[in-house]
């Protein structure tokens, strides 16, 4: 495959990952999208929070509704001269599509626009709606971002019945893994007081990383479940440690570690909380702690999305998918809790947030080709 492969496909990610939208900054992504999808009668409606755009598009009055939903954010590009190209002057090389966003996810927004394009061509009377929920927070702190938007459709309750997220699913060939739920995220922030001194005399001082490191060995080793058939057991793991003044003779007064708990649907937050909370009391220690939940585990079982997804890959791959609750977090959190069957399906992530980020570019044809089919089992 040469560097002139271009199809709508491939030709509208090559514009979108052009555009240096590095978290909250879109730079012209969502117009982009709005213009190709205003043109196919979608009723746009640009929804801007702070220093975040995002927009909701819908085609159709009716239900049931099915809303594609992603983001126009990237992560910073790292050192560019590790590239192969520019990250944001994309190009095929060798059949592989490189550009930061290829994968996460620019491509497969790329892929939900032509697949539109097609199947309202194709069956333009279908029945139900479709629309597109885009963010340009989904990378930061996703505070003004896909959950804003959400609490306005909550507000006039405009209930999406399927949402099909764009995010880099697929592990060794495009859609052998989909994700039909996302494991709950926890984190804290760990302060542990002690009494600075010299390291000469220990007995006038209290070292907070040696009264810690007992309470970090249990949190290490504990195991919260089981997990069970849909998620992995509860995962603790330890992100960071800062103490000291930087000096060898000095004994620290403070300590503070940064933690993150991935967790199933066995246990909740309020679990995982009070018996944190315990470990650190039975060891005595004086500390204060903040606690910031990012999102609540959900799952989409067996339905008519997954459905409609699994024999879209069957007929169109020629293999079945895995379902999978695996990974990092994703917008489908915001969503699922209203209601909506949600289930993560695009490109490999083989490169996301790396140098380098690339998709083969025939799997983004393949992917347009996937939601198409998607949208058929479901609207027709």
Known sequence: MSN?????????????????????????????????????????????????????ARRGNSGPLLAFAG????????????????????????GKLYGRGAADMKGSLAAMITACERFIDEHPDHKGSIAFLITSDEEGPSINGTVKVIEQLENRNEKIDWCLVGEPSSTNKLGDVVKNGRRGSL??????????????????????IHMAAPAIAELSTTQWDNGNEFFPPT??????????????????????LLF???????????????????????????????????????????GQLVDAISKSISEICGYETELSTAGGTSDGRFIAPTGAQVVELGPLNATIHQVNEHVLAEDLDTLSALYQRIMEHLLL
């Open 71 to 94: 983001h126009t954010d990237v992560v910073p590009t790292g050192p560019v001269d590790k590239w192969k190209v520019d990250p944001f002057k994309p190009q095929i090389i060798d």
């Open 235 to 256: 995962t603790f793991q330890i992100s960071n440690i800062h103490s000291g003044t930087g000096a060898n003779n000095v004994i620290p007064g403070e300590l503070q």
């Open 4 to 56: 002139t492969y271009h199809s709508e496909t491939i030709s509208l990610a090559l514009e979108l990952i052009s555009k240096s939208s590095v978290t909250p900054e879109d730079k012209g992504c969502q117009k982009l999208m709005t213009d190709r999808l205003r043109a196919i009668h979608f009723n746009i409606e640009n929804m801007r929070f702070d220093d975040v755009d995002n927009f909701w």
């Open 187 to 208: 984190s804290g922030t760990l302060t542990i007081q002690g009494k600075q001194g010299h390291v000469a005399y220990p007995h006038l001082a209290e070292n907070p």
């Open 260 to 302: 993150n708990l991935r967790f199933s649907t066995e246990v909740t937050e309020t679990d995982l909380i009070n018996r944190i909370e315990e470990i650190f009391d039975k060891h005595q220690l004086k500390y204060e702690l903040e606690w910031s939940l990012s999102g609540h585990p959900f799952l989409t079982p067996e």
